[in-house]
């Protein structure tokens, strides 16, 4: 009786523990949605001063639209392991608003942390800073050292600072390439390329040791263009000739040795800057012009993100237009079924599509397109859903950012206008497959393959017993079907003989002012021009609305996005980031893994492949 006693004592006292442990996760459990809910309903309210500078301060790449699904990337924020990007759109709103808002004085370009962007974009936003000077604000710029992207904004101002001991590195722009054939002969490895164009030179880099003479010559005509149209636009800006910024990357060495190393003196006295100011000498003049914040020191100021909200809120307490262009987005490598924001996946941005089609409210569509190609598959599925669009009577206009080839320019060919920039990277109208086999890397330590199939196909996809014939067959007798329907597609869609179109494909790659000599866009201008375009075709008058349309995002996302934000917030405020050592050509060594991973999600499909190079 005793040990029962005993034993339902025990188990007594197991219950309360495990009841009491109960109450306290409860207790954590309700703290914790009560401080998530805090969280997700306050919202910063920032304070614009009665006059302030504008601090336009982009991270990262510019890009059309940030990349990764939201819960994902505001993780990513929070540890600091994402790869900074700034959309294009939201400092082309804020730099509006602000030539419109007494309230700005002056806008101050900070773009030591910008680490990227298409010319295309910079030249969009060069346009609204000159929008902004034109309305009578100041616009000045400041940095430390300036790389050739940064100093393309920087010169827009103006006036452009640098510290005593900064500079400004101009390179011009470079095109090399990486090639595996060596170690990939030394290893056995294979790689059996099967493709239609004569310029289509993507898969080069398995399969040759240097660049083919016909990537060579295409590649110098692109370049240059790029080169050409920096040099007009950064001289025009500075009031210098475009053969000065020629001299001033040629001759850096010469030029920065007369002045005994001093870089800064170097770049002033060609010209690039207007002076030279440490950081604190700067903010004293755009106290001058904004005023002067005492608690903190300098200038009043606000930066462009909270700013950017205050614009948002305005956006929202406005009357919705019942008579839209929808303006949808294709940022990224193509490729099949549904992706994340940041690469276009074909079902994902059919949806899209397939939505504005059957929504009473929007009248047109603006395909913004910023991609290098990928899966053909995945191009078709988009291109059908714009011919849809077209066949119930919505107008769609393809504007082309930084770059639009081969799947990209493929999305494309059926609008009923193409635009793009002078400076875009289009046209590679080809198709390729690559398929690595490892039979004698296996053999070089001794593993055979042996065995049977019921049919020549049988066993095929089994890489390591080297390319069935049957397969190869099939792989090169699909790439030129698929091919010359690329070609037959363009051709209907662009009103050209297909023999036309044949010789300004074959995988060659244009720069849109050539592009449109070409035949291959319509004309020249930026999404604003497009969405113009798309409600002139749709005869919307000019009281139409513009509606931006993005993949779907529910509370969960929203609220992964603040907390991710206000992490990253905290992070920074302490002090403490993570660190990543400098490792020499690690930027590139990133790349070429991205590559491999690409080639890699191509077994068992490469005949879909459309190219994942802009060329």
Known sequence: MAFLRAIGTFFKYIWYALDGLRKVLHLVLLLLIFGVIVAAASRDLPIVPREAALVLAPEGRLVEERSGAPFERALAEATGDAEAETRVRDLVDVLRAAREDDRIKAVVLDLSKMSGGGLPALQDLAAEIAAVRKAGKRVLAWGE?????????????????????GGVLLQGYAYFRTYYKGTLDKLGVKVHVFKVGTHKSAPDTWIRTDMSPEDREEAQGWVGALWTAYKTDVATARGIEPDALQAYADKAGEGVREFAGDTAQYAQSRGLVNGLKTREQFEDVVSGLAGMDEDEHSYNSVDWRQYLSVVRSEEALHKKADRNVAVI?????????EQPPGTVGGDTLAALLRDARFDDEVKAVVLRIDSPGGSMMASEVVR????????????????????????????????????????????????????????????????????FGTTKLAGAEHIERG?????????????????????????????????????????????????????????????????????????????????????????????????????????????????????????????????????????????????????
């Not at 060919?413 to 289009?426: E, G, K, N, Q």
Request: aromatic share 8%; glycine share 10%.
């Open 384 to 451: 059908r859903e714009v011919a849809a669009l077209k066949a119930v009577g919505k107008p769609v206009v393809a504007s082309m950012a930084s770059v639009a080839a081969s799947g990209g320019y493929y999305i494309a060919m059926d609008a009923d206008r193409i635009l793009a920039a002078p400076s875009t990277i289009t046209g590679s109208i080809g198709v390729f497959a690559v398929l690595p086999t490892f039979e004698d890397t296996l053999g070089k330590v001794g593993v055979t393959t042996d065995g």
């Open 329 to 337: 987005v294709a940022s990224g490598e193509i490729m099949d079924g």
């Open 145 to 165: 050292y300036l790389d050739q992207r940064q100093y393309y904004l920087a010169a827009q101002a103006d006036e452009v600072y640098i510290d005593p001991f």
């Open 467 to 615: 390319l069935n014939p049957e397969l190869g067959s099939i792989l090169q007798s699909s790439v030129e079907n698929a091919y010359q329907r690329f070609v037959g597609a363009a051709a209907k869609a662009r009103d050209r003989k297909v023999e036309e179109i044949d010789s300004i494909a074959q995988g060659k790659v244009w720069s849109g002012k050539d592009a449109k000599a070409a035949g291959l866009i319509d004309d020249f201008g930026n999404v604003d021009d497009a969405i113009r375009i798309a409600a002139e075709l749709a005869s919307l008058g000019p009281h139409h609305g513009t509606r931006w349309v993005e993949q779907s995002s529910d509370w969960r996302d929203a609220l992964a996005l603040k907390m991710g934000a206000t992490a990253a917030r905290f992070v920074a405020g302490t002090g403490f980031a993570p660190l990543e050592p400098p490792i020499p050509g690690a930027a590139l060594l990133r790349e070429e893994v991205k590559h491999l991973e690409r080639m890699r999600a191509l077994q068992g499909r490469p005949l879909y492949f459309c190219g994942c190079e802009p060329r």
